[in-house]
């Protein structure tokens, strides 16, 4: 009865650190709290936070905006940085866009370690004051060992069409009938670097 006790106890172990190691190597979205909700609201128009696990050794993470218009690429090296990589850290994006000026501008930072490292980059940005919009993350979960990853999205589109939030196809072919169907497009996309 004993040893059967202790071969259970042994196999439910074995899958708590199977089940433990298998949420490694992933990026999730974090939702703030209330008080950190309500900062960044002052702050900025739309901001996204992601938190990565990782039991690789990673050199460093990639992450960019990718700007399209009508389903065309205009400009894929917004903001586009390295930045070192631990065993678990943070990356945070957040977006101003002040209609006045035709203004976005695009913070990119993250936390490792205890180091904070932030970029920031003001871009030409179209008239978006008319439009309508829907931003959100792409998925709330992402493995890190799939290359390039959409993290989030912002999208514009004329008030008249509407607007709904993508599917997940959307993010998979940007040469597809329903990207085109936006305006404007921003994508957030990261890559973890062996």
Same mark, same amino acid.
Request: with cysteine.
């Given at each position: 009865m004993r040893k059967l006790l202790i071969s259970l106890f042994l196999t439910l172990i074995t899958f708590s650190l199977a089940a433990c190691k298998s949420s490694s190597n992933l990026i999730t979205s974090v939702d703030p709290g209330e008080r950190e909700t309500a900062l960044i609201d002052m702050l900025t128009n739309h901001y996204f936070i992601f938190d990565y696990l990782t039991d690789k050794e990673y050199k460093e993470v990639k992450v960019w905006v990718e700007n399209y218009e009508n389903g065309e690429l205009i400009d894929q090296s917004i903001q586009f940085s390295h930045f070192e990589v631990s065993e678990e850290g943070s990356i945070i994006f957040a977006m101003l866009n002040d209609t006045n000026d035709n203004q976005l501008s695009i913070h990119i930072g993250t936390i490792a370690d205890g180091n904070i490292t932030s970029f920031k980059s003001q871009v030409e940005s179209p008239d978006t004051e008319s439009m309508i919009s829907v931003w959100g993350t792409a998925s709330e979960e992402m493995s890190l060992d799939d290359g390039e990853v959409v993290l989030a999205y912002l999208l514009y589109?004329? &008030?008249?069409?509407?607007?709904? @939030?993508?599917?997940?196809? %959307?993010?998979?072919? @940007?040469?597809?009938?329903?990207? *085109? *169907? %936006?305006?404007? &497009?921003?994508?957030? *996309?990261?890559?973890f670097i062996e």
């Amino acid at each position: 009865m004993r040893k059967l006790l202790i071969s259970l106890f042994l196999t439910l172990i074995t899958f708590s650190l199977a089940a433990c190691k298998s949420s490694s190597n992933l990026i999730t979205s974090v939702d703030p709290g209330e008080r950190e909700t309500a900062l960044i609201d002052m702050l900025t128009n739309h901001y996204f936070i992601f938190d990565y696990l990782t039991d690789k050794e990673y050199k460093e993470v990639k992450v960019w905006v990718e700007n399209y218009e009508n389903g065309e690429l205009i400009d894929q090296s917004i903001q586009f940085s390295h930045f070192e990589v631990s065993e678990e850290g943070s990356i945070i994006f957040a977006m101003l866009n002040d209609t006045n000026d035709n203004q976005l501008s695009i913070h990119i930072g993250t936390i490792a370690d205890g180091n904070i490292t932030s970029f920031k980059s003001q871009v030409e940005s179209p008239d978006t004051e008319s439009m309508i919009s829907v931003w959100g993350t792409a998925s709330e979960e992402m493995s890190l060992d799939d290359g390039e990853v959409v993290l989030a999205y912002l999208l514009y589109s004329d &008030a008249g069409r509407g607007i709904s @939030t993508p599917s997940i196809e %959307y993010f998979e072919d @940007t040469n597809s009938d329903e990207f *085109k *169907k %936006y305006d404007v &497009a921003y994508l957030i *996309k990261a890559e973890f670097i062996e």
